[in-house]
């Protein structure tokens, strides 16, 4: 029995430590220095943000700016990140020495991106594993794409090294071209007959001694132990902004051997076809200057290629649920000329992604690579015409790479790949999918305001509410979205309608037309995801979500100064002239190229904290190392908070909280928390200062909320109870103080058990919408286990409707809000306070499954009987 | 009806650049110069509306530029953009009789109300 009894005690232990893990006990004094630290982090990430959100605007299209500001601002960016960093490594204690290599690296191509030359030498020839993360003015954007793909994502790519933009310099230069470059540069448009010189002068250029020889050690080198080899010579254009993929506009050389002739005719094949004429048409559409543009040149060893196709990994009609695979024996290229008829698969997106259709194709012709070099076509043989090329686990397979690889850049995918005849894939490109993210359904960047006549037809149904984040316009069909699931769920082209704003919505931004939000900020983590993205989108609009209906129709213009319209109906020459104004100003090249450096600055891809990926080196922009210091400040406050409450509450440094129901909380006061004359030891619900904390105990006190009679176990819940009692006798110091407060004025962290299970609630709720948070934390239970499950999950579904975010893993549940203003905070908190005080006997009362949404039903209709 | 003719002199090109597009967009006829020589040089030639210039650049700056204009072409409205806006330099293009002074990063929207005030006025 005494061995049952330390098992337990055991068990309990260890319950206890996953929920509040301890940490070296700190007392009062020593809480309210970390509580300082983390506000401090707060403060100078809030300056950051605000920075951050100024470049977005001066930048955004509607300034003149130049390069004084961009310094200036970049040079005040970045005082305030290492003012942030220092903070963080303080309340931290240093437990994340990387996050400062991040941030140098990241600078460092700041800092690059604003210099009209690069910093230090770029080697002429590189090797694909030993290219950083943001080289694509180096090696160009196909070639960072693989590179990334490899080196982060661990996938199969073909080898390769890169001729780099030095490469191309040093031969420009050697040969006397850069002339011919300025004479583009001037004339407008170049001349054909200038074009052709240039390209004769390229094709028979001579390579610089210095990168022939580094050309031929990257031969050795790659043919390597393999003895034979052939490569595929492609361009890779720096696409500064990574809006224009240039697709076929450049030459590819296939099946090229191994040799260095070979391959330096190659490279200058590939580097003629920057000047062919079809580029000046090109440059006239898109406003590049071909005369500034430098190409890298990728030499990628032949997969070989039993099968090989192409991969969309959204439908492009914009599904998202779904992706599209076509397939063809042989070489790609069949595919990507549209030589033949492909096999298609569409595979439906999943943690298991399922086939659901095949469409084979006639398949008639195929290409493959030829043994002396090059290409060629022939006929497919007959046996295989009719065979699909790939089988149903392979189509699974691949679709499960290109959600890999989705889920990493964020966007959706253009994916190229082969198939081996060992059945391995390999990845030959990626690149974003230019699913019409603002087709005729929405537009970007200049939502001009009509005048009244013109927009007789169309009914004004909300005029000039709320803020402008991003000018613009959209029309689709209105969907309310109120929790994370819902926000998964948005269709294509639909107008995102919110109480809140979250940064979640990024899942969702390339699919919709338009974001309106009933709260939020234009500062928000969401605000500048929506200029990032150049999502027309409206935040602070009361009532939104009552105003609107589900699957109304509507167009949303907004427009300067907060100026906006919201029509019934789509309203279609406002969106084309929208669309028209808004290319416009992209199309001027020094503009790209000087926002060009917001990439590494704006772009959020940490999103959700509750993910494995939050880490270091996930952060590619300043925005996101800023989101990764909140994040783990907060972590760091409540483990600290923990850590702190038992000690202080051994040290009788707590006052006693009396209140109407039985909690036995005791409460530690950081500042502000609590109005109380003197040094009285019990304090009342009516001297609770601190806010986030009288919100919730108000829940915990509503009538009802609270079942003052336990419900009654049956005979299976006792003994399962009985098992996990607490040896009584054992020393009271693990389980001591388990109900302690720690509080100030907008700050409260709490845990409390009752019985068998253990709540842990952190909250911050300032008047900063941005810095405030919910943290939740539920474990255990009384019964057996199913009971147990039910519980997490009616919590879980009452917890989500107020949206919160959820985790849930074994018998824990946690559960996460952020960035809601005060007000909302007291609402949700209250409700939380409830579903403590509610939830506490629930545990044999959820007999099965059914009970959950019956409770859960009730508990939201204020219903709290059992 | 003739176009209005806007130049625009800043030693910066994406300065110009953007001005260009966004003015043509109102229906002006821009044209942009990196120094203030040739665009002096190019206002014996041809008249235009509105000059608007950087305050400070090498060689002749913006203060010279008003002075020229105001003086050979009185006709012609200035405006000025820095990027250095002080009280100083304020005061400074204001006695020189400039009709309007911008810091930079300049609203383009408010450059446009500018010129077109200037031009109603004229």
């Known amino acids: 029995m005494k061995q049952a009894a330390n098992n337990i005690q055991a068990f309990l232990s260890s319950l206890l430590r996953r929920i509040v893990p301890r940490r070296a006990e700190e007392g009062p004094a020593e809480f309210r220095a970390v509580f300082e630290q983390f506000k401090e982090v707060l403060a100078s990430n809030n300056h950051a943000l605000e920075t951050i959100t100024d470049m977005g605007e001066k930048l955004g299209g509607e300034y003149l700016f130049d390069i004084v500001y961009v310094i200036n601002a970049h040079g005040r960016l970045k005082s305030d990140m290492e003012a942030s960093l220092l903070a963080f490594d303080g309340l931290t204690q240093r437990r994340y020495p990387s996050l400062r290599h991040v941030f140098g690296h990241i600078d460092g191509l700041i800092s690059g991106a604003l210099a009209e030359a690069p910093d230090g030498i770029i080697r002429p020839v590189l090797f694909l594993e030993d290219i950083p993360w943001g080289a694509e003015r180096e090696v160009g954007g196909k070639i960072a794409h693989l590179a990334e793909l490899r080196n982060q994502l661990h996938l199969r790519v073909p080898d390769a090294f890169v001729l780099t933009t030095a490469a191309f310099d040093a031969f420009m230069k050697s040969n006397g071209l850069d002339r011919y470059r300025a004479q583009i540069r001037q004339d407008s448009p170049p001349q054909n007959e200038l074009l052709r010189e240039l390209r004769e002068r390229i094709l028979t250029g001579t390579i610089p001694p210095a990168i022939s020889s580094e050309l031929q050690r990257a031969l050795k080198r790659i043919v390597g132990p393999r003895g034979k080899a052939f490569l595929a010579v492609r361009s890779s254009a720096p696409d500064e902004d990574g809006a224009h993929s240039f697709a076929g506009q450049f030459r590819t050389v296939l099946n090229v051997p191994p040799d260095v002739k070979a391959v330096e005719q190659a490279y200058r094949e590939v580097l003629a076809s920057l000047y062919y004429e079809k580029a000046i048409s090109y440059q006239t559409q898109t406003g590049y200057d071909i005369g500034a543009m430098k190409m890298a040149v990728g030499c990628m060893i032949m997969a070989e290629a039993a099968a090989s196709g192409v991969l969309y990994s959204t439908a492009p009609d914009g599904e998202r649920d779904i992706m599209t695979i076509s397939a063809v024996w042989g070489l790609g290229e069949a595919v990507v000329e549209g030589r033949t008829e492909a096999d298609l698969y569409v595979v439906r997106k999943a943690k298991a992604p399922l086939l659901i259709s095949t469409v084979p194709g006639a398949k008639k012709s195929m290409i493959i690579a030829d043994a002396e070099g090059g290409v060629k076509e022939l006929d497919t043989p007959e046996g295989l015409r009719d065979k699909p090329c790939l089988t149903s686990e392979q189509a699974a397979a691949l679709a499960g790479l290109a959600m890999t690889i989705e889920r990493y850049f964020g966007v959706p995918q253009d994916m190229e790949w082969s198939l081996d005849a060992a059945g391995t894939f390999t990845i030959l490109q990626a690149r974003p999918l230019g699913v019409g993210t603002h087709d005729d359904n929405a537009a970007s960047a200049n939502g001009a305001v009509p005048s009244d006549d013109a927009t007789s037809f169309y009914p004004v149904i909300i005029r000039d509410r709320g803020t402008v984040v991003q000018r613009g316009a959209g029309a689709g069909m209105v969907f309310i979205a109120r929790t994370p699931e819902d926000i998964k769920a948005v269709p294509r082209g639909a107008i995102l309608v919110a109480p809140n704003d979250s940064s979640l919505m990024v899942t969702a931004m390339t699919s919709v037309s338009a974001i309106i939000t009933e709260r939020g900020t234009v500062t928000s983590h969401m605000a500048a995801l929506c200029r990032e993205l150049k999502v027309p989108t409206i935040v602070n609009l009361t009532k939104a979500t009552e105003l609107l209906e589900q699957g109304q129709v509507i167009t949303l213009v907004a427009g300067e100064d907060d100026r906006s319209m919201i029509y019934r109906g789509a309203f279609r020459e406002l969106l084309a002239q929208a669309a028209r104004d808004g290319q416009r100003m992209e199309n001027v090249y020094e503009f790209r190229r000087k926002r060009y450096l917001l990439r590494y600055i704006s772009p959020l891809h940490l999103v959700d904290p509750l993910m494995d990926e939050f880490t270091p080196e996930r952060c590619r922009t300043l925005h996101d190392i800023l989101r990764f210091m909140h994040e783990k400040s907060v972590a760091e406050l409540v483990l600290r908070a923990r850590g ?170 946690i559960a996460r809000l952020a960035g809601l203003d005060r007000a909302a905070m007291e609402t949700v908190l209250d409700q939380t306070g409830r579903l403590i005080a509610y939830a506490r006997q629930l545990d044999a009362a959820l007999h099965d499954d059914r009970a959950i949404d019956r409770y859960a039903h009730a508990f939201l209709n204020g219903t709290y009987e059992l | 009806m003739d176009k209005h003719k806007i130049m625009v002199i800043d030693d910066e090109k994406i300065v110009g650049d953007m001005a260009k597009l966004s003015l043509e967009q109102e229906g002006y006829e821009v044209e942009t110069f990196l120094n203030a020589e040739p665009a002096l040089a190019r206002l014996k030639e041809q008249t235009f509306n509105v000059v608007v210039t950087d305050y400070k650049m090498k060689g002749i700056d913006g203060m010279e530029v008003l002075r020229t204009v105001k003086r050979e072409y009185p006709k012609t409205t200035v405006i000025m953009i820095t990027a250095f806006a002080n009280l100083d330099a304020a005061i400074e293009a204001l006695r020189g009789d400039v009709h309007d002074f911008f810091p930079k990063p300049v609203k383009i929207r408010e450059l446009k109300e500018s010129i077109k005030r200037a031009l109603q006025a004229a």
Request: overall charge positive; hydrophobic content about 45%.
């Open chain 1, 644 to 813: 702190s409450g038992s000690r202080m509450s051994r040290q009788a440094a707590v006052v006693r909280l009396e209140l109407p129901v039985p909690a036995g909380l005791v409460v530690m006061d950081l500042g502000g928390g609590l109005s109380r004359q003197g040094t009285e030891r019990k304090v009342t619900f009516d001297q609770i200062a601190s806010i986030p904390f009288k919100a919730l105990v108000r829940g915990m006190i509503h009538p009802g909320a609270w079942q003052a009679e336990a419900v009654a176990m049956m005979a299976q819940d006792f003994i399962s109870s009985m098992m996990r009692m607490p040896d009584i006798t054992a020393a009271t110091d693990s389980t001591a103080g388990y109900n302690v407060a720690v509080i100030s004025r907008d700050y409260m962290n709490m845990s409390i058990r009752f019985g068998y299970h253990y709540n842990m609630i952190d909250c911050f709720c300032s008047e900063n919408a941005r810095n405030n948070h919910i943290y939740f934390r539920f474990a255990g239970g009384a019964t057996d286990l199913t009971k147990r499950s039910r519980r997490l999950e009616l919590i879980a579904k009452i917890l989500k409707e107020y949206g919160f975010n959820i985790k849930i893993k074994g018998d824990l549940l």
